[in-house]
């Protein structure tokens, strides 16, 4: 590149002649972005549905009721229909979904179609609202918005049907943000209604959109004559409607922060202390992700980012340029320079990603980066523009290309929209369905447990699926292998456990199934519902019955526990009066029966056949232990002791005996009884 400065032109009528006439060309140069953005993403309309599609749209119960399901959909929280609230509240993309679902039955190739029609209308109302703030730079404005379309990091949002929140949310707060500049210029009052009317929208898409408030008078100060004490007040409704977005989500879902699990995958950094060098590392890798997005992911979960430490010169690097943006944002904050803005809101918009680490312990995810792209983009257009020429009086761009310094924009620019436009367009395909994603992703992102654990329940759906034996053999030992894979990084992950259960249920492995189910979250309703078949299968109604009840009560719309439960209560029944019926001298006979009874509740029922077992082997100790437990549920806790002194006499070392017993003295009030007890139950 050349060392020289920029040419510079004399004002002359020959020269004016380069200049973009500014009236002449707008009204084409709109539908460009809107092409460019069916060229970057028109091979994803075939894509079928993947990754959150499924818990978001395939079977959202909501969803799935189509214009029926919306009343429900605007009082309830994100993640509602999967049995959680994360304090989330974007009811807008879901009910989109919902009159998707009533018009054409959730194809997913025209909600595919919609998501490229919403982003070329974002590129559309991006090339409108940059025009405004950059009046006498249309090519400026139009390579911005180029850029941002293109860049490959957005593949995450418009690919993958479900995050059309933040489609949604970017499109109506950057509509929000053209009214307010529109107003503050007119101050017409119906376009500053129109662009609080935006601005809900957007926060009903998605909460995010509330960093639209910090944009708002920095925009104004950079691109509007207007004084602090108007800035003040067109921010000030803004700050109203989110007060009363804020309020209204309450009132929704009774909720502003939600109660996030415990989730280890999601939630990895869990010590105060290591979050902001991990921020740090992060903020750096979005800022590569930014230059060079070549090896993107879905999916950045425990433990593909290991937490960071400030021995890391990563981290070091990442606060150097942190603070040197600030400086340069500050630096051009009184000139009202472009690059100022750029990076103001850059670091506004990224703002969100970053607490997310800080505030909950999160992760990192190319759908925060989103609306960052957009500042920039701007910078990046900034600093190429540098290199044209400018006309010497009024310092406009005189697009004159034999300079070397233009072609070297040229070639720049050239080479980073292929590059962008190539990588996006093959990206598309891998968001083809979830076996193509997880199988790219794994290749890279191999040491996150979730991404392990999505790859392996592929395989293992593709053995069930499969025919030929020896297939369904081989896909099930590699899934299996992946699933376990998952584990070792993270040994809590309830969901692949869930995983191996669903496995060895699929090989008739009833007993190892139920071993792996029992490792997941027990308040977990769907966990419960498939124990309770793997038990149904290995003959245990009663078991099988329980849990099933438990399921619905956790969850009242389980389709697999309230399919199964009648097919399971009637087994239960029929063996029960089978049983009842039978005559037999054999004590476990009896006491099968007595734990039949217990799963119903009826103790009375329950203590006269475990006693009846007892009668029949004296020293039968499980049947003694359940007697204990009968009398128990029934309050009758002197006669409660009898049976766990009998097993005492039996085996006194029995920890489960002595650790009843003194529960027992304990709630009649013997203190030296329940103490003894408690010495022998924990081996004293």
């Known amino acids: 590149m050349s060392s020289k400065k920029p040419q510079r032109y004399k004002h002359h009528h020959q020269e004016q002649t380069n200049l973009y006439n500014e009236q002449s060309r707008p009204k084409y140069l709109i539908w460009i972005p809107f092409i460019f953005a069916f060229v970057l993403y028109g091979n994803s309309i075939t894509n079928d549905f993947a990754l959150d599609d499924l818990p978001q749209i395939v079977n959202h119960r909501m969803v799935l009721q189509g214009w029926g399901g919306i009343g429900e959909l605007l009082t309830t929280n994100y993640w509602s229909a999967s049995d959680q609230n994360l304090g989330y509240y974007r009811p807008l993309a879901h009910v989109s979904f919902a009159i998707e679902n009533a018009i054409h039955g959730n194809n997913p190739h025209i909600m595919h179609l919609i998501n490229v029609l919403l982003y070329a209308l974002t590129g559309m109302a991006l090339f409108v609202f940059l025009s405004k703030l950059f009046r006498r730079m249309p090519f400026f404005v139009l390579v911005a918005t180029l850029l941002f379309l293109a860049h490959p990091v957005h593949t995450e949002v418009v690919a993958n049907i479900k995050s059309r929140d933040e489609i949604l949310s970017f499109l109506n707060s950057t509509m929000a943000l053209l009214l307010a500049y529109n107003f503050a210029k007119n101050k017409y009052f119906p376009t500053l209604v129109l662009a609080l009317i935006f601005y809900f929208l957007a926060l009903m898409s998605k909460e995010t959109a509330m960093t639209t408030l910090a944009v708002v008078p920095f925009m104004l100060y950079f691109f509007t004559p207007k004084n602090g004490g108007k800035i003040a007040s ?82 070091w690097l990442a606060l150097i340029i942190l603070f040197a943006l600030a400086f340069f944002a500050l630096k051009g904050l009184k000139k009202k320079d472009i690059f ?24 990192m995810a190319e759908r925060f980066l989103y609306a960052p792209v957009l500042g920039f983009s701007l910078a990046l257009s900034y600093l190429l523009f540098k290199l044209l020429p400018r006309e010497i009086k009024t310092n406009r761009i005189v697009y004159d290309f034999k300079p070397l310094p233009s072609r070297v924009f040229v070639g720049i620019l050239l080479a980073i929209m292929l590059f962008y436009t190539g990588r996006t367009i093959a990206r598309n395909p891998v968001w083809k369905d979830n076996f193509t994603l997880f199988s790219t992703d794994v290749v890279y992102g191999g040491k996150s447990a979730l991404l392990r654990k999505h790859y392996g329940s592929e395989l293992i759906n593709q ?69 309770a078949l793997a038990y149904y299968m290995k003959g245990e109604h009663g078991e099988a019955l329980r849990l099933l009840q438990r399921s619905l009560q956790l969850n009242p719309y389980n389709a697999t526990a309230r399919t199964n439960l009648p097919l399971v209560q009637n087994a239960f029944n029929n063996k029960l009066q089978s049983m009842k019926n039978q005559k037999s001298s054999d004590p476990k006979h009896y006491f099968d029966l007595g734990n039949l ?34 009398y128990y549920a029934l309050k009758k806790y002197d006669g409660a002791i009898r049976p766990f002194k009998k097993v005492l ?24 009884m329940q103490q003894y007890y408690s010495n022998k139950s924990s081996g004293k």
Request: some cysteine; overall charge negative; proline content about 4%.
């Open 463 to 531: 053995a069930v699926a499969a025919t030929d034996q020896a297939e369904k053999d081989s896909l099930m030992k590699t899934g299996i292998a992946e699933v376990e894979k998952a584990i070792e990084i993270n040994p809590r992950f309830s969901e692949a456990y869930f995983k191996l259960g669903y496995a060895y249920y699929q090989m008739r492995d009833y007993d190892t199934s139920i071993g792996y189910y029992k490792k997941t979250n027990q308040n977990n309703s769907l966990n419960l519902s498939n124990m």
């Open 340 to 363: 100022s803005f750029a990076i103001l809101y850059f670091g506004i918009s990224l703002s969100v990603g970053l607490a997310f680490i800080i505030t909950r312990g999160g992760i």
């Open 649 to 672: 006499e039996i085996d006194q070392h029995n920890k489960e005996a002595a650790g009843k017993l003194s529960h027992l003295y304990g709630l009649l009030g013997n203190t030296e």
């Open 234 to 315: 067109i921010t000030l409704s803004f700050v109203i409607v989110s007060a009363l977005f804020l309020a209204l989500k309450y009132y929704m879902i009774g909720t502003l922060s939600g109660d996030p699990p415990n989730e280890m995958n999601v939630y990895p950094y869990k010590e105060f202390s290591g979050r902001i060098p991990t921020m740090l590392y992060i903020f750096g890798m979005y800022l590569w992700r930014l230059v060079m997005p070549v090896r993107l992911l879905y999916d950045y979960s425990y433990n593909q980012i290991p937490e960071a430490s400030w021995a890391n010169p990563v981290v």
């Open 597 to 630: 009874f217990m799963d119903t509740q009826n103790y009375e029922e329950a203590l006269f056949q475990f006693e009846k077992a007892v009668k029949l082997s004296p020293e039968f100790v499980d049947a003694l232990l359940k007697s204990g437990d009968c």
